[in-house]
Antibody
């Protein structure tokens, strides 16, 4: 069965550069585009970034462009999000999600999320 | 960016009720829209894609429709498991954007 497991969250200081990981299993990871989505406590969902199946295409939301970097290692079935210069308002649960297999877009599988708390 | 306006923000309903949630896009997105259900402490779950296609494994009481730039998620007969927050999401253009969410509460 498809599984996505995020890690790397915790309490971090403002201005630091945590890296999140998402370990994938149960499907051919190298065949799918992948995404990061975040959700601040009690708030809605915000799409952050996409990486194509082979890593050749990356697209970011303006809110994180030039500070966050999405990457993947298909040999390790792992997706990454490197966050630079984080801010307290970026305290959120960070989800990785798989591009839908049947639709042109959307996310058909999500991880359970990892909470990043940015402390000032 | 394409803005998705979702309403109502909260909806109180009883088991067995028919429920309708609406999402309006700020510009045309064709049928490139998904609906998700999210329960507290859990990840969202895909319910509907391409505006009206039911994701595999999702009960048939859920349905989606489109009229121009207005989209609707309907639940034909609300079940206890359906009390949750629902989000629409467009994937017509980057950045992909979500509606603000609709919380379906027990009346």
């Amino acid at each position: 069965q498809v599984q996505l497991v995020e890690s790397g969250g915790g309490v971090v200081q403002t201005g630091t550069s945590p890296r999140l990981s998402c370990a994938a299993s149960g499907f051919t990871f190298s065949a799918y585009s992948m995404h990061w989505v975040r959700q601040a406590p009690g708030k809605g969902l915000e799409w952050l970034a996409l990486i194509s199946f082979d890593g050749s295409k990356k697209i970011y939301a303006d809110s994180v462009k030039d500070r966050f970097t999405i990457s993947r290692d298909n040999s390790k079935n792992t997706l990454y999000l490197e966050m630079n210069n984080v801010r307290p308002e970026e305290t959120a649960i960070y989800f990785c999600a798989r591009d839908s297999v049947v639709a042109t877009g959307g996310f058909d599988y999500w991880g359970q999320g990892t909470l990043v708390t940015v402390s000032s | 960016d394409i803005e998705m306006t979702q309403f109502p923000s909260t909806l109180s309903a009883s088991v067995g009720d028919r429920v309708t949630i609406t999402c309006r896009a700020s510009q045309t997105i064709s049928s490139w829209l998904a609906w998700y259900q999210q329960k507290p402490g859990k990840a969202p779950v895909l319910l509907i894609y391409d505006a009206a296609s039911l994701q595999s494994g999702v009960p048939s009481r859920f349905s989606g429709s489109r009229s121009g730039t207005q989209f609707t998620l309907s639940i034909s007969s609300l079940q206890p498991d359906d009390f949750a927050t629902y989000y629409c999401q467009q994937y017509s253009d980057y950045p992909w954007t979500f509606g603000q969410g609709t919380k379906v509460e027990i009346k």
